[in-house]
């Protein structure tokens, strides 16, 4: 403090000669106040953002940050400012496929576009650290190219191209992200290998080479091919069925091959109606086929349908566009619809039966070619399927078992509708994924209690043969005259009705019937034979138990004998209606004894016995055979096709028909008191 002091005084005694010396005797003095100023802080206060105080006159800047004079400086006119690791000349490394990215005080490194850690992290100090691979654009996940083109995976980037037969869209750039492409059109641009004996059909990213209409692909070929090449169509083959002699199906098969020698594509409407008329002729005339047994008929039934089906597939191929029909003269009918693209519906309707179909359903994928569709009625042909046996799937046998019935081995199942067969150009239609309809319409029938009514189709067999079955057919409705069907695969179809029994049925019922009836025959005969022979006991009243016996003993004759003789429909009628006829004079002889005994409990005298005498024989023939025969003529002209059932040759008991032989008895019944 003294030397201070005596500075300050020396200091000002040369003041007046040396004012240039203030500055410094200014500094002399402000040095004990910024001494004791250190006394009280050790740190200075003036220190620049993004830095920290050395001491009582330095700072020191933050890590990742420097001065004009280095890391710790004085001077109150210096700040601290960034250092970029990231420049050229500094010592950082981050490796290969990385990048540098400086950041306030700091840095950290990155894969460059294209490249990822293999840890999945986005940043990392050092080059140790550095894992970085190329990224797959095209398989992450993130496909980034449009849904029309194909993404190209690159190293370190992607590139979007369109795929062979496409091309970008105008204006659209073949790089990526943004390239979106277009079919193209192989067949317009003629850019096609297609032979000439094909037509170029284009596809989506490609194109095919089809045979043109009446033309089919060459032996070694197939069509739909780049390759295919075509030769013009011929005949389909349709062989004979083994083993079976008839020269009436020797002669059919002679004009077919006929029609083959003759056969243009040009012609091919033509060929199909001589195909059908062929086929029209076979079955309304079968002759000495009908000679044949039963299981080889069905043979010649199989080969029928199979073949024609198949021959009408082909044939069809060389038709013009549109729904063409074809009639023969005996009731064979074919329905076809042809179409270049085939339309979502498609009804076609052949004689009795109409067929509904999704044409997504049937037709085959992948195939460009004409889409066909075909339903044929054969009337005749269930003359040749008469007697098929009848095969339930598993399902339909529960359900009859379940109810405790089952079907009639020894009873023929009964043909309700035509026979029809329904095609595609798909020959693989075995199971389709949604249900084809089938609307049949027949002859008036009611099923009895012990009856049913089946959607059938003819199942071929190993053998050649066949059988109705119900497999993928189902019965959605049915009415008197029409029935529903839906089945999932085509073939050859028909309504049939069959017939089951209950399994409780009493088994001595049949014997009790036939006993009874055999017991009273012989006591009918005895009497008839009284009546007749014996000259002494005959009168009026002898005269009308004669009749009497005689119309029952007819009746219980033609019952036991003939009641289920329903194999040919019109014998059958006929036979219902001998019944109806004979049962029903029975009880109007029986009404004609009681009124002669009622007459002549009236009349006793002589005189008017003799009158009751006279007046019965007038009336009693006209009446007891007359009325009856009256009767069954009304019943028969109005409603023939209800004498004869399924399995007896009597009334049928639909539409109350039945009251034609119940009404009469009633009304004998209710005069039983006179």
């Given at each position: 403090?003294?030397?201070?002091?005596?500075?300050l005084?020396?200091?000002?005694?040369?003041?007046?000669?040396?004012?240039?010396?203030?500055?410094?005797?200014?500094?002399?003095?402000?040095?004990?106040?910024?001494?004791a100023?250190q006394k009280?802080?050790?740190?200075?206060?003036?220190?620049?953002?993004?830095s920290?105080?050395?001491?009582?006159t330095?700072?020191r800047c933050?890590p990742g940050?420097?001065?004009?004079?280095?890391?710790?400086?004085?001077?109150?006119l210096?700040?601290c400012?960034?250092i970029n690791?990231?420049?050229p000349?500094?010592?950082?490394?981050?490796?290969?496929?990385?990048?540098?990215?400086n950041?306030e005080?700091?840095?950290y490194?990155?894969?460059i576009?294209?490249y990822?850690l293999?840890?999945?992290?986005?940043?990392?100090k050092?080059e140790?650290?550095?894992?970085?691979?190329?990224?797959n654009?095209?398989?992450?996940?993130q496909n980034p190219?449009?849904?029309?083109?194909h993404?190209?995976n690159i190293?370190?980037?992607y590139k979007?191209?369109?795929?062979?037969?496409w091309?970008?869209?105008?204006?659209?750039p073949?790089?990526?992200?943004?390239?979106?492409?277009?079919?193209?059109?192989?067949?317009?641009?003629?850019?096609t290998?297609?032979?000439?004996?094909?037509?170029?059909?284009?596809?989506?990213?490609?194109?095919?080479?089809r045979?043109?209409r009446g033309?089919?692909?060459k032996p070694?070929?197939?069509d739909n091919?780049?390759?295919?090449?075509c030769?013009?169509?011929?005949?389909?083959?349709w062989t004979?069925?083994p083993?079976?002699?008839?020269?009436?199906?020797?002669?059919?098969?002679?004009?077919v091959?006929?029609?083959g020698?003759?056969?243009?594509p040009?012609?091919?409407?033509?060929?199909?109606?001589d195909?059908?008329?062929?086929?029209?002729?076979?079955?309304?005339t079968p002759e000495?086929?009908?000679?044949l047994?039963?299981s080889?008929?069905?043979c010649?039934?199989?080969?029928?349908l199979?073949?024609?089906?198949?021959v009408?597939?082909?044939l069809?191929?060389?038709?013009p566009?549109?729904?063409?029909?074809?009639n023969?003269?005996a009731?064979?009918?074919?329905?076809?619809?042809?179409?270049?693209?085939?339309?979502?519906?498609?009804?076609l309707?052949s004689?009795?039966?109409?067929m509904?179909l999704?044409?997504d359903?049937?037709?085959?994928?992948?195939?460009?070619?004409?889409?066909?569709?075909g339903?044929i009625?054969?009337?005749g042909?269930g003359?040749?399927?008469?007697?098929?046996r009848?095969?339930l799937?598993?399902?339909?046998?529960?359900v009859l078992?379940?109810?405790?019935k089952?079907?009639l081995?020894g009873?023929?199942?009964?043909?309700l509708?035509?026979?029809i067969?329904a095609f595609?150009?798909n020959k693989?239609?075995?199971?389709?994924?949604?249900?084809?309809?089938?609307?049949?319409?027949?002859?008036?029938?009611?099923p009895g209690p012990t009856?049913?009514?089946?959607c059938?189709?003819?199942?071929?067999?190993?053998g050649?043969?066949?059988?109705w079955?119900t497999?993928?057919?189902?019965?959605?409705t049915t009415t008197?005259?029409?029935?529903?069907?839906q089945?999932?695969?085509?073939?050859?179809?028909?309504?049939?009705?069959?017939?089951?029994?209950?399994?409780e049925?009493?088994?001595?019922?049949?014997?009790?019937?036939?006993v009874?009836?055999?017991i009273?025959l012989?006591?009918?005969?005895?009497?008839?034979?009284?009546?007749?022979l014996?000259?002494a006991?005959?009168?009026?009243s002898?005269?009308?138990?004669?009749?009497?016996s005689?119309?029952l003993f007819?009746a219980?004759l033609l019952?036991?004998t003939?009641?289920?003789?329903?194999k040919?429909?019109?014998?059958?009628?006929?036979?219902?209606?001998?019944l109806?006829?004979?049962?029903l004079a029975?009880?109007?002889?029986?009404?004609?004894?009681?009124?002669?005994l009622?007459?002549?409990?009236r009349?006793l005298?002589?005189?008017n016995?003799?009158s009751?005498?006279?007046f019965?024989?007038?009336?009693?023939?006209?009446?007891?055979y007359?009325?009856?025969?009256?009767?069954v003529?009304?019943s028969?002209?109005?409603?023939?096709h209800?004498?004869?059932?399924?399995?007896?040759?009597w009334?049928?008991?639909?539409?109350?028909?039945i009251w034609?032989?119940l009404?009469?008895?009633?009304?004998?019944?209710?005069n039983?008191?006179?």
């Open positions: 403090m003294v030397s201070s002091m005596a500075g005084t020396g200091v000002c005694t040369m003041r007046n000669g040396h004012l240039w010396l203030l500055p410094g005797l200014l500094m002399l003095l402000l040095l004990p106040l910024r001494a100023a009280t802080s050790d740190c200075a206060r003036w220190c620049p953002p993004n920290t105080c050395a001491n009582a330095a700072c933050s940050f420097n001065s004009s004079s280095g890391v710790i400086f004085t001077s109150l210096e700040i400012e960034d690791e990231c420049g000349l500094s010592a950082v490394s981050c490796g290969k496929f990385a990048d540098c990215q950041t005080g700091s840095y490194c990155t894969c576009p294209g990822e293999a840890s999945g992290a986005r940043m990392f050092n140790s650290e550095n894992t970085c691979q190329d990224v654009e095209c398989t992450s996940g190219c449009h849904s029309s083109a993404c190209l190293i370190s980037g979007c191209r369109c795929r062979p037969g091309k970008p869209i105008p204006g659209s073949n790089g990526p992200s943004n390239t979106v492409c277009e079919d193209v059109d192989e067949c317009s641009s003629m850019q290998t297609c032979h000439k004996s094909t037509i170029c059909i284009n596809a989506v990213g490609s194109y095919k080479c045979c043109r033309w089919e692909p070694g070929f197939q091919q780049l390759n295919t090449t030769e013009e169509m011929s005949f389909p083959t004979p069925p083993r079976i002699k008839s020269q009436r199906l020797s002669h059919f098969f002679e004009r091959q006929g029609l020698r003759h056969f243009k040009a012609l091919a409407q033509d060929t199909i109606q195909l059908i008329q062929v086929v029209d002729e076979l079955l309304q000495d086929l009908e000679t047994s039963r080889d008929q069905h010649v039934a199989t080969s029928l199979g073949g024609l089906e198949d009408l597939r082909n069809s191929q060389a038709l566009s549109g729904t063409l029909t074809f023969a003269s009731g064979t009918d074919l329905s076809l619809e042809v179409q270049e693209q085939g339309h979502r519906n498609v009804t309707s004689n009795q039966a109409k509904l999704n044409w359903v049937v037709h085959e994928s992948g195939d460009s070619g004409p889409s066909v569709a339903l009625s054969t009337p042909m003359t040749l399927l008469a007697e098929a009848l095969v799937e598993s399902e339909k046998q529960a078992h379940g109810a405790h089952r079907i081995p009873v023929s199942s009964v043909l509708s035509d026979v067969s595609t150009n693989y239609t075995r199971n389709l994924s949604s249900p084809i309809t089938f609307i049949f319409s027949h002859h008036s029938v009611s009856q049913k009514v089946f059938v189709f003819w199942e071929h067999s190993q050649g043969c066949g059988h079955s497999r993928g057919c189902r019965m959605v008197d005259t029409s029935t529903i069907c089945c999932t695969h085509l073939s050859s179809f028909a309504v049939l009705m069959d017939h089951y029994n209950a399994q049925e009493l088994p001595g019922l049949a014997v009790i019937t036939h009874g009836l055999g009273s012989l006591c009918l005969l005895l009497a008839a034979l009284t009546f007749l014996c000259k006991i005959q009168n009026t002898t005269s009308l138990h004669l009749q009497l005689i119309c007819l219980h019952f036991l003939a009641i289920e003789q329903t040919i429909k019109v014998l059958c009628a006929i036979i219902a209606g001998a109806h006829y004979l049962y029975s009880f109007t002889w029986m009404l004609l004894e009681g009124l002669n009622f007459l002549t409990a009349n005298t002589v005189v016995y003799s009751v005498r006279r019965m024989k007038k009336i009693m023939f006209p009446v007891g007359g009325v009856p025969a009256i009767i003529a009304i028969a002209a109005s409603r023939p209800l004498y004869g059932t399924l399995t007896r040759c009334l049928h008991t639909g539409k109350r028909f034609s032989f009404g009469p008895v009633c009304a004998i019944f209710s039983a008191d006179i």
